[in-house]
Nanobody, 116 residues
Framework: QVQLVESGGGLVQPGGSLRLSCAAS????????LSWYRQAPGKERELVAAITSAGGSTTYADSVKGRFTISRDNAKNTVYLQMNLLKPEDTAVYYC?????????WGQGTQVTVSS
């Protein structure tokens, strides 16, 4: 059974940091590209960051460049999103995605709220 389980979300003040984790099981993790998406209330889901299967290449949305870092540990079947200098506009549900060719898996999401 395929599972992607996100954790690490919560309430943080502006300027603070959070580290999201996504633990995977049920598929060959190291063969999949991994991404973090987010969806704010009333908005479409958007790509935040992505990393290739071997971890050699990463991409980021312009809105998070220089503040967020995606990484993966293929030995632990886990992908991370380190989020620094958080802003209120980063408030959203964050989803983990694993993709290989036409196959894609999603996690259930974790809420991140940035507020004073």
């Amino acid at each position: 059974q395929v599972q992607l389980v996100e954790s690490g979300g919560g309430l943080v003040q502006p300027g603070g940091s959070l580290r999201l984790s996504c633990a995977a099981s049920g598929f060959t993790f190291s063969s999949y590209a991994l991404s973090w998406y987010r969806q704010a209330p009333g908005k479409e889901r958007e790509l935040v960051a992505a990393i290739t299967s071997a971890g050699g290449s990463t991409t980021y949305a312009d809105s998070v460049k220089g503040r967020f870092t995606i990484s993966r540990d293929n030995a632990k079947n886990t992908v991370y999103l380190q989020m620094n200098l958080l802003k209120p506009e980063d408030t959203a549900v964050y989803y983990c995605n694993a993709k290989r060719n036409r196959i894609a898996y999603w996690g259930q999401g974790t809420q991140v709220t940035v507020s004073s």
